[in-house]
């Protein structure tokens, strides 16, 4: 019996999901993606599972889309209609799965042990937070080809780094290595290789134990702050604080805050 693409597991409130191709160099396949879809409703809507994280096995994260498996379909597009809509609507439902994990109002971690290429680098884009061994790499090879990484990879690149480096990436074809990632702000943080797998969990473990209401509100007000003026941006800080903060819990512990630290005494 053949080894699963993906192995689902379940630690200390963290969903963990593991790309399983090594000799594949974890090439996204279409098992890969309908265990991911069903993964992420499964996190979405288990309220004990607080953070989920994306992780890999081998010498790769993630060499990009199984080309070979012919991305969701066996025929080349041979007009411009079609290749758009097959990147919107094909492509083992990319865009979907990603919208999903974009939406979903808990955080989403992905750990790159190792290189991350092409389409395992547009699927980490619509993570919340990127971390990094310090042996990964970064690279769209999409360019030798002469096109351009069209699920991700210059829209949601562009929003993390700037122009100034998706032309680095894009245009001029270049890797970057972790530091230079860091620096770019595609990754959070950079680990060393000996202790990255408990780094990252450590990483999700400090997520889980944050108030689950403020992080989906922030997730959302995030986002919308980054497409709207300042003006507007603040009218969702406020939004977003006024449900926040009827919630019991941040009433009674501010309360017990003013007591103790800045009010009387009794």
Known sequence: MS?????????DGILIFTLNRPDKLNALSKEIFQTLDDSLLRFRDTPELKVMLIRATGRYFCAGV?????????????TGVKIRERHRTQNFGMHRI????????????VAHQAACVGGG?????????????????????EGKFGVL??????????RYVGPHWARYLIMANKTADAQKALVMGLV???????????????????????HSEQMG??????EMAHELGRDQARHVERMANSTLMLNPGYL????RHIDGVGGSKK
């Open 3 to 11: 080894e699963p693409h993906a192995i689902v597991t379940e630690h």
């Open 66 to 78: 199984d080309l070979k498996s012919g991305g969701g379909s066996g025929e080349i597009a041979d």
């Open 98 to 109: 990603y919208d999903e994990m974009e939406h979903i109002e808990k955080p989403i971690v």
């Open 121 to 141: 680098l547009e699927l980490s884009l619509s993570c919340d937070f990127r971390l990094a061994a310090a042996s990964a790499s970064y690279a769209f090879p």
């Open 149 to 158: 990484p069209a699920s991700n990879g210059v829209s949601r690149l562009t």
């Open 188 to 210: 959070h943080e950079v680990y060393p290789d000996e202790s990255f797998d408990e780094d990252a969990l450590d990483f999700c473990r400090h997520l889980a134990k944050q």
């Open 217 to 222: 509100a922030a997730k959302i007000a995030i």
């Open 252 to 255: 009674d512990g501010i309360r």
